[in-house]
T-cell receptor, first 117, second 115 residues
């Protein structure tokens, strides 16, 4: 089984709808991240969480919210989806308890392709 | 601010050719970490390598090699004797020092290896 899973894998929704993307991990890592990938722009950080009680905004948090329901679960919500939120969304994890250099390594889920029409 | 530049948007080579993917970074940190990730057509992101800023030794892993040069702020990735299965988008990333452990990604290079 995959260490980092994302649901759904694909989603088409309409403008104005609320949508939630979910991420679960079995790696036992404390840190979790949400990124979006757009063609030609690479990955950009939306939110990250150090643990259940510590959530931080990333580079492009406007229009998004997150919830860390447990150490293993981190969900991303679009309260009112708009077409320019059409993108590939990735969840990632890392382990801050590892030796410093290794703690930077992030492990990614398979991605969720979201289309907002 | 941190920045990663992958100037090559797309590269196309014929199988068995060698190919180098360029990565140039900007940071004010004295300690930092550099990464390469591979994104095959299936879409997942696969971790390839991490390099620490204080270790400029080049690294070779099979057909892959990495050339880290602090003097030019570059961390280039070479695939020797390329294969069709190497076709993917390759991302270079820079890790910011400090508790956040954030990564800044380049825009990626689409590598196509033709049979």
């Amino acid at each position: 089984d995959a260490d980092v899973t994302q649901t759904p894998r694909n989603r088409i929704t309409k403008t104005g709808k609320r949508i939630m993307l979910e991420c679960s991990q079995t790696k036992g890592h404390d840190r979790m991240y949400w990124y979006r990938q757009d063609p030609g722009l690479g990955l950009r950080l939306i939110y990250y969480s150090f643990d259940v009680k510590d959530i931080n905004k990333g580079e492009i948090s406007d229009g998004y919210s997150v919830s860390r329901q447990a150490q293993a679960k981190f969900s991303l919500s679009l309260e009112s989806a708009i077409p320019n939120q059409t993108a590939l969304y990735f969840c990632a994890t890392s382990d801050s308890n590892r030796r410093q250099a290794s703690s930077y390594e992030q492990y990614f889920g398979p991605g969720t392709r979201l289309t907002v029409t | 601010a941190q920045k990663v530049t992958q100037a090559q948007t797309e590269i196309s080579v014929v199988e068995k050719e060698d190919v180098t993917l360029d990565c140039v970074y900007e940071t004010r940190d004295t300690t930092y970490y550099l990464f390469w990730y591979k994104q095959p057509p299936s879409g997942e992101l696969v971790f390839l390598i991490r390099r620490n800023s204080f270790d400029e030794q080049n690294e070779i892993s099979g057909r892959y090699s990495w050339n880290f040069q602090k003097s030019t702020s570059s961390f280039n990735f070479t695939i020797t004797a390329s294969q069709v299965v190497d076709s993917a988008v390759y991302f270079c990333a820079l890790g910011k020092s400090g508790s956040a452990r954030q990564l800044t990604f380049g825009s990626g290079t689409q590598l196509t290896v033709l049979p």
